[in-house]
């Protein structure tokens, strides 16, 4: 009897622990997910997605702003947080044998222009006035919202930017340059107009690298195409189009976020080897010495994807709602549709006097022929009065 009790008691002992510890460990999990949500500090993301090239030779550039942008609407952020701007519209130029596309692969397997494309910024709006003025808020009162980017301190934003640049500068449809002084001062007053609670900066260009040199605001990460006194090289002929497709490096970026889904763990540190020397020629590089948090504790989606606000919770909640509630607004509505009086047709202009209106009086022009003969008594008269000799003074 006493073996009996003790093994009973025994066991229930073990069941506690074994209860204690797995939900000990349910919590931790728990915190751990919720950690991980709001590691980051931010509540929505936004994407400034920049092609500085025109000409139907820049095919290219449009092709790899246009790619990533299917990228990050694919991963959540919708066209509201968006600003697109595109120096030329390759889709509608007179050289492309596929009007209305435009193809990020070869044999034409990828239209990235697709049938939702929202471009705000177009062909010579493109310029560096107006990418500052959409990155500090420096813009007209009747500029319109899709082409404003309203974000806030707890906004992380890409900026992604792709053309033809060289050391220290990146042009501007072959007319303009924004260098990277330029750049580092428009990021430094969006950190103190507290625009941007953290920011990813990818540029795709030869000698990308110094773009990002003079940068020295906080939060801000950057990533190049390639160093100092390197090329970024093109990717995929296509003979049918008669132009590269792609750039090398944004060819491999998204390649790699075709991989990349919304519940993703992936971290920025797998984006920093996604393109070697081996596959890019030029040498990648990036920049995380003003960025606060570790890269690798830092999810692509921080930056690529949308944000939900989410709430975790252990407890049961219940959905069903309140009847009192429900009676109170249904009464409101019936007593505002009492209120309301019946909607009336305007008085309409009865059809037997439209049809026995008097026309309008037409301007009245003189008469083509009269012109003519009026041109031609005058040189008449002068011929009678000066003679031929004086003809040449008339024509």
Known sequence: MVATCFFSQSVTVLAGWLLLSFGSSAT?????????LFRS?????????VCTSRFWFNYRHVANTLSVYRSVKRLGIPDSHIVLMLADDMACNPRNPKPATVFSHKNMELNVYGDDVEVDYRSYEVTVENFLRVLTGRIPPSTPRSKRLLSDDRSNILIYMTGHGGNGFLKF????????????????QMWQKRRYNELLFIIDTCQGASMYERFYSPNIMA?????????????????????????RYTYYVLEFLEEINPASQTNMNDLFQVCPKSLCVSTPGHRTDL????PKNVLITDFFGSVRKVEITTETISLQPDLGITESSDKEDWMDEELTEPLKYAEQLPVAQIIHQKPKLKDWHPPGGFILGLWALIIMVFFKTYGIKHMKFIF
């Open 41 to 49: 500090g931010h509540t929505n993301n936004w994407a400034v997605l």
């Open 28 to 36: 931790s999990q728990i915190e751990e997910q919720a950690e991980q």
């Open 173 to 188: 449809q072959d007319s303009e340059e924004i260098t990277n002084i330029e750049l580092a001062d428009a990021f430094e």
């Open 223 to 247: 990533l190049a195409s390639s160093q100092v006194g390197e090329d970024s090289l093109s990717h995929q002929p296509d003979p049918a189009i008669g132009v590269h497709l792609m750039d």
């Open 291 to 294: 960025f606060q948090r570790d």
